[in-house]
């Protein structure tokens, strides 16, 4: 068991984390569907990370599609959540601490600081369908169109505060029919761009805004992926193969692209020589 542990204690750590967050939500609120959201979610994760660390072909995938399609499909389409940046805003703005206020808070605002941008490898139902392209390792050097993402956060946050400020009535019809909207438009444009790139994440990289929560906090991320560099060979392949671009030889917080890392493992699989591994 002691062994099992030791192998497997970022898996576990990080199901007993979204485990504390269900409970405590649970009993804070006596809304039993936080109990059952977290535990899925945190549930899906842990397994999939369980698979990833046995090197399983399709884990992430697996919980990319478990994950995903229950936050777009479920809650998004079927229960009419907003789940996007609008929907933050929108309860931001009513002063309500539930549904997307909740969300982006535990996987995108303070999440981080322990699980980086987990978010984004696991969870994202739009990198969810970027990950099935064909251009899965980035054709050519990075652009420098990080730029675009700050805009497009600020017209997020313009377009629901105006809602408020003009009083616009109807306002959940809005918020469900901007979700819908919003997805078909982040597909459309995630797509075009991976084929016009020939780089699968390249709207993760110049155009999503959620990013702008996920960077600074995954800067101090506890769970980073780290170089055994008595292992290594510098055959760079970690590098040349990263879909986020983030030079993994480089240990210090200050690495290249550093907060852009999504968890993968797909450097991990790359590695001849089990020189890289996801740790504290």
Same mark, same amino acid.
């Given at each position: 068991?002691?062994?099992?542990?030791? #192998?497997?204690?970022?898996?576990?750590?990080?199901?007993?984390?979204?485990?504390?967050?269900?409970?405590?939500?649970?009993?804070?609120?006596?809304?039993?569907?936080?109990?059952?959201?977290?535990?899925?979610?945190?549930? $899906?994760?842990?397994?999939?990370?369980?698979?990833?660390?046995?090197?399983?072909?399709?884990?992430?995938?697996?919980?990319?599609?478990?994950?995903?399609?229950?936050?777009?499909?479920?809650?998004?389409?079927?229960?009419?959540?907003?789940?996007?940046?609008?929907?933050?805003?929108?309860?931001?703005?009513?002063?309500?601490?539930?549904?997307?206020?909740?969300?982006?808070?535990?996987?995108?605002?303070? =999440?981080?600081?322990?699980?980086?941008?987990?978010?984004? =490898?696991?969870? $994202?139902?739009?990198?969810?369908? %970027?990950?099935?392209?064909?251009?899965?390792?980035?054709?050519?050097?990075?652009?420098?169109?990080?730029?675009?993402?700050?805009?497009?956060?600020?017209?997020?946050?313009?377009?629901?505060?105006?809602?408020?400020?003009?009083?616009? +009535?109807?306002? #959940?019809?809005?918020?469900?029919?901007?979700?819908?909207?919003?997805?078909?438009?982040?597909?459309?444009? =995630?797509?075009?761009?991976?084929?016009?790139?020939? +780089?699968?994440?390249?709207?993760?990289?110049?155009? $999503?805004?959620?990013?702008?929560? %996920?960077?600074?906090?995954?800067?101090?991320?506890?769970?980073?992926?780290?170089?055994?560099?008595?292992?290594?060979?510098?055959?760079?392949? $970690?590098?040349?193969?990263?879909?986020?671009?983030? +030079?993994? %030889? +480089?240990?210090?917080?200050?690495?290249?692209?550093?907060?852009?890392?999504? %968890?993968?493992?797909?450097?991990?699989? #790359?590695?001849?020589?089990?020189?890289?591994?996801?740790?504290?």
């Amino acid at each position: 068991m002691k062994k099992f542990i030791k #192998e497997n204690k970022i898996p576990i750590t990080m199901w007993l984390l979204f485990e504390t967050v269900a409970v405590t939500l649970f009993l804070t609120t006596s809304n039993i569907f936080y109990l059952f959201n977290f535990t899925y979610i945190g549930t $899906c994760i842990a397994v999939g990370l369980l698979l990833l660390s046995h090197k399983k072909k399709y884990a992430r995938n697996f919980v990319q599609l478990g994950v995903g399609l229950y936050m777009l499909v479920y809650l998004g389409i079927i229960c009419r959540e907003n789940m996007q940046i609008e929907g933050f805003w929108y309860y931001l703005f009513l002063g309500v601490f539930e549904a997307a206020t909740i969300h982006y808070f535990v996987a995108k605002i303070a =999440g981080p600081l322990f699980f980086g941008r987990g978010w984004c =490898g696991y969870a $994202c139902w739009t990198g969810m369908i %970027l990950d099935l392209l064909p251009y899965k390792t980035p054709k050519g050097e990075r652009k420098n169109l990080g730029w675009i993402r700050y805009i497009v956060f600020l017209l997020s946050l313009s377009f629901v505060a105006g809602l408020f400020i003009f009083k616009v +009535d109807n306002l #959940e019809n809005i918020m469900f029919w901007s979700f819908i909207i919003g997805n078909v438009i982040y597909y459309a444009l =995630g797509i075009l761009l991976a084929f016009i790139f020939k +780089d699968n994440r390249a709207f993760c990289k110049y155009i $999503c805004p959620i990013t702008v929560f %996920l960077k600074p906090a995954s800067y101090y991320s506890y769970i980073r992926v780290t170089c055994d560099h008595s292992k290594c060979i510098n055959c760079n392949k $970690c590098v040349r193969n990263c879909p986020m671009n983030v +030079d993994m %030889l +480089d240990d210090s917080r200050k690495r290249k692209y550093g907060t852009e890392c999504i %968890l993968c493992g797909k450097c991990m699989n #790359e590695c001849p020589k089990n020189a890289l591994s996801l740790d504290k």
